[in-house]
């Protein structure tokens, strides 16, 4: 139920094979609306085909498909019932991803949507532009399916001999152009482990942006006048860093403060401050004075949201400029683009097993600023001065998170794993002259380390899940489905955190002895046999005893076959010791898998390469060697009368290509 957008001809396979299940289950149902559903899904930021939430039911009826499908509304009607029956056979046949909704609010949004949907698929400024011209050339009685006919349309389009309506394509355009169209795919993210919220809160309590808001607050009280420019006063400005102890203007060398300047927004750490206590709305300006908003008293009680709230500000020029102190022009051009940058920085931060070394983010970070802002007449030196200006300016951005509780900044050894991707035939194709310097600051010994804290990383999930992406967090599967536990496992989670959420779900489930079962048996439900083949494989890995489970499983009915695969795969069983039963349903079993994976074309291509005299009785041998998928099985007997046949060689048990074994190690890897 995840594929990567270049897995085109497998997610075209899987998408025909639900298709076919499906509409085989509700007779009723229009395969066009369960396709549509499903590249829907396929298109988003996270590419999660069994996930849906009552937002993306809304989306999808009245947003995607009144943009992609061209058809007339009154056609078109049975499309949000079409959803409804499709929604619930993925939540009956265990492929809803558990994190998200309920079926009963999918069930719920799809009624509230359809109230609305006719009218969204008959105003045109919802169509695509694509759908656009279809329309246009349907109401012209032109076969769109023709690309002749098409293509002639189009140059009398051009030509301007066809009238339209402009208003309506302008405005299709600008939507097409603002939201930027099918949105990218993301980087999968790795499940995180996080405290419970009761210790994140502690940990905010504790720091000092948190008790410097406080104290803003309080020292505001019932308000305070500001100058003329907006600025606190300068004898209010002394008060304050003396009572927040911001650290402004301190000399290093006497340890006192020096107050020579002669404007409150010198003092660049309380400058900021005020400046964020206004952008999360617990002070605002009125009339020329500083005062507290009420409304958002509560926001100052609840440390762990204050500082969420505070450190959601961040991304701001000043981050990097210091207010309005004098700055380089490269410290300028970098705050212009900080606000894309340092969510950028998180992200990568976000899940590392590892403190980073900073001169990574400093690198990869310079390459950004360079595609973003270059200048093409400046000189090597200069490039130089601008590269290490860049680095520091980072440095800076990253010795003020550490000093809000966001990163940790440490000094170590870079494990090897951070040079493994550098030389010449690097994965990642650094240029030439960043890769030499990357390889000797990473080789040096100690270099600076940095690495996300517990609050940030609850911070960054928080707004990755807001954008759409998926990122899973250690311990959010204690309640779900057994089905559902084990889809997730497989498409997303590394061995070590799908072992860590496998005992966190056994615990919750009366322990090993009363969840085991519970779990085998789902895997006994699945009506794919690669998805069954994956979840039995991801569960075995995940438990002390796999191997002795397999064995036992090995006379299982509905398991049997597949606990032989894993064994023969795993050489914990010879293919010699197999019987006769075992070696035909090991076969039926790759036939179901190959068909599921690559579809019909794939089995009559692997059938067309046997000899025919000798292909009639393998295929009558296998049909009634007893394996237990009966719906898999009577799919192949469709494909081998209707294929007939062919020539190849199929070894037992041998293994399909683009197994979702293979797959979960390749992503895990």
Partial sequence: MYFEPEDADEFEAVKALLIRRCAADFGRLDPLVAESALNFRQQSIDGRLGYWTAALVEEFLLSYTPRTLSADPDDAGHVPEDLRLFLRWLHANGLADPTGDPLTDLDAAVTKASSGFLAAMADERNFGVAKFWVTNALRRGLDPTDNAVMERFLDDVRAGKVSYDEQVLEEIATRHLLDGG??????????????????????????????RLRGL????????????????????ARELVNLLDTGDEIDPAIGDRIYQTQSSADLHVLAGLVELAKEIRVVRVVKGKLVRVAKNARLLRDSLALWTAAFDALPSPELVTEGNHWAPEHTVLFGDIIDVVLPDVLNTL????????????????????????????????????????????????????????????????????????????????????????LRAALSSGTVELVALTPLATRAVRDRLIAAGRHAPLVGELAGAEPDGLLGLLVEHYSTETAETELAGWLAAHGGREH??????????????????????????????????????????????????????????????????EETLRGMVEQFIHLLEVGGPDEVAAALATIPPDEARGLTANLLACGHPDETGVAELREVFTRRGPGHATVHPLAGVSRSPKNARKKRRG
């Fill in 350 to 437: 976000y899940g590392f097993p590892l403190p980073m070394p900073v001169v990574r983010l400093q690198e990869t970070v310079w390459l950004s600023f360079v595609e973003a802002v270059w200048f093409a007449d400046l000189d090597e030196t200069t490039e130089t001065e601008w590269r290490k200006g860049v680095g520091a300016d980072l440095r800076r951005v990253f010795a003020t998170l550490a000093d809000i509780g966001a990163v940790t900044l440490t000094t170590g050894v870079p494990d090897p794993m951070f040079r493994a991707d550098l030389g010449p035939d690097g994965p990642v194709g650094f240029p030439p002259d960043t890769d030499a310097r």
């Fill in 515 to 580: 969840g085991l079962p519970l779990l085998l048996d789902a895997v006994r439900r699945s009506p794919f046999r690669t998805r069954a083949r994956a979840m039995l494989d991801v569960l075995v890995q995940a438990v002390p005893d796999g191997a002795a489970m397999l064995r036992e499983l090995r006379h299982d009915q509905r398991l049997g076959p597949l606990a032989v695969q894993l064994l023969v795969d795993n050489g914990e069983l010879a293919m010699e010791s197999l019987s006769d």
């Fill in 182 to 211: 099918q949105p990218e795919r993301a980087v999968p993210q790795l499940p995180v482990a996080l405290p419970p919220d009761s210790e994140l809160a502690a940990i905010a309590e504790r720091t000092p942006v948190v008790a």
């Fill in 217 to 236: 607050v309080d020292w505001v009280g019932d308000g305070r006048a500001l100058t003329s420019t907006g600025q606190l006063k300068l004898a209010d």
